[in-house]
């Protein structure tokens, strides 16, 4: 089956240290989206990615890093400079070109825990 | 820059009754797409439906359909015959034309739709 498979499903971290989520994807889609979730906040988007080997800055990227070196993956790390990090955190990938809607699939989220 | 509002923060419907919920966006551009995604419980994203914006007639998805105003820039969804199962949250989002590389998604606040049985 295709689709987009994150994990751990639930992550717990100490304050200070960094933690990666990780974002794998079977769908061949060029693009991929790291979105934050928040109550009450919708999504915003954290790292967006057009293809492999770069990448962007969302709207709320200080304190994560991400990389892009293979098409089907990309992991976000938050880092301890993230003052927040408690979150839903969901990934999302669609594909591109001129043709089609493009829209986005989303994997099935990891939950975020600072203790 | 885009946004998109939706205004309803919570609503409810009764089991079989029909739900409309609305979203309005503000863009000046005359080529993008609308979508509008499902949240349930499980916190899964789920695509519900989506418009082209150059495409008149209104998106249909077996009891979900959409009555897009291009003019009002609105883009509310009906849900018909409401089951316990479409109790959610629901979001509507907005993406620029194809121009371009910029795929990214503009979103609104989300609903939280209720339904009674």
């Known amino acids: 089956d295709g689709g987009i498979t994150q994990s751990p499903k639930y992550l717990f971290r100490k304050e200070g240290q960094n933690v990666t989520l990780s974002c794998e994807q079977n769908?061949?889609?060029?693009?991929m989206y790291w979105y934050r979730q928040d109550p009450g906040q919708g999504l915003r988007l954290i790292y967006y990615s057009q293809i492999v080997n770069d990448f962007q800055k969302g709207d709320i990227a200080e304190g994560y890093s991400v990389s892009r070196e293979k098409k089907e993956s990309f992991p976000l790390t938050v880092t301890s400079a993230q003052k927040n990090p408690t979150a839903f955190y969901l990934c999302?990938?669609?594909?591109?070109?001129?043709?089609?809607?493009?829209?986005?699939?989303f994997g099935p989220g990891t939950r975020l825990t600072v203790l | 820059a885009q946004t998109v509002t939706q205004s309803q923060p919570e609503m409810s419907v009764q089991e079989a009754e029909t739900v409309t919920l609305s979203c309005t966006y503000d863009t000046s551009e005359s080529d993008y797409y609308l979508f509008w995604y499902k949240q349930p419980p499980s916190r899964q994203m789920i695509l519900v439906i989506r418009q082209e914006a150059y495409k008149q007639q209104n998106a249909t998805e077996n009891r979900f359909s959409v009555n897009f105003q291009k003019a009002a820039k609105s883009f509310s969804l009906k849900i018909s015959d409401s089951q316990l199962g479409d109790a959610a949250m629901y979001f509507c989002a907005y993406r620029r034309g194809n121009a371009g590389n910029n795929r990214k998604l503009i979103w609104g606040l989300g609903t939280s739709l209720g339904v009674n049985p």
């Open positions: 999302a990938s669609s594909a591109s070109g001129s043709v089609s809607y493009n829209e986005q699939f």
């Open positions: 769908l061949n889609h060029d693009a």
